[in-house]
């Protein structure tokens, strides 16, 4: 895991912090919603105020790191995923796990 210094501490690095939280808040479900499941409120405990989650997992989900997809049903905000998810959705893909 790679480590970053911050105030004298030896701190994670935003990759595996988000990892960590990700595979430790989700439960049952392969993501999590970073505010309903307080990530976002343990990401600036951790690090301070002055460190911005939206913008941290921007960055890793450009970085190929991260996946971040909008939410439907009525819930504002994201979903955030661990590593790549592409190809999830392909038509083909589903229609072809439906029938078989």
């Known amino acids: 895991m ?3 210094k911050a105030s004298g ?3 994670l690095g935003y990759e595996d912090f988000f990892v960590k939280a990700i ?7 392969k993501g999590v919603h970073p ?4 990530l976002n409120s343990a990401f600036r405990t951790y690090y301070g105020e002055g460190h911005d989650p939206v913008v941290e997992s921007r960055k890793l989900a450009e970085a190929g790191k991260l ?5 439907h049903k009525g819930k504002k905000g994201v979903m955030l995923y661990v590593g790549r998810l592409e190809g999830k959705n392909n038509g083909e893909a589903v229609l072809s796990k439906i029938l078989g």
Do not use: D
């Open 23 to 29: 595979n430790a808040l989700r439960g049952e479900y």
């Open 35 to 38: 505010v309903i499941s307080g």
């Open 67 to 71: 996946t971040i997809i909008p939410c």
């Open 2 to 4: 790679s480590k970053a």
């Open 9 to 11: 501490t030896t701190k």
